[in-house]
């Protein structure tokens, strides 16, 4: 059984930091990719990036510059940095966990970000 658990989120005012952790645990794949998608309210959940377990990542073009994703394949965790948080970054993160071959990814239960104005 695989479970993702994710920590970091919290409310923070536009302008100011916060960092998401998500660990894996279970068994899985070792070439796999990770990532972080989040879902506002009213809306359909998107990805916010990626990386793989190669080191490629992979960012949704409105947080580029903003975002950075880093992951520690011995420790199977996800990190996501966001800088410059802005109101509309408010959303619920969810941590995923995917690889070549798996038809339904493994997710989170997500973790809440909200960016006041």
């Known amino acids: 059984q695989v479970q993702l658990v994710e920590s970091g989120g919290g409310l923070v005012q536009a302008g100011e930091s916060l960092r998401l952790s998500c660990a894996a645990s279970?068994?899985?794949?070792?070439?796999?990719?990770m990532g972080w998608y989040r879902q506002a309210p009213g809306k359909q959940r998107e990805l916010v990036a990626t990386?793989?377990?190669?080191?490629?990542?992979n960012y949704a073009n409105s947080v580029k510059g903003r975002f950075t994703i880093s992951r520690d394949n011995a420790k199977n965790t996800v990190d996501l940095q966001m800088n410059s948080l802005k109101p509309e970054d408010t959303a619920v993160y969810y941590c995923?966990?995917?690889?070549?071959?798996?038809?339904?990814?493994?997710w989170g239960k997500g973790t809440l970000v909200t960016v006041s104005s």
């Open positions: 995923n966990l995917n690889w070549y071959g798996r038809v339904v990814p493994y």
């Open positions: 279970g068994n899985f794949a070792r070439i796999n990719t």
């Open positions: 990386m793989t377990s190669g080191g490629n990542t």
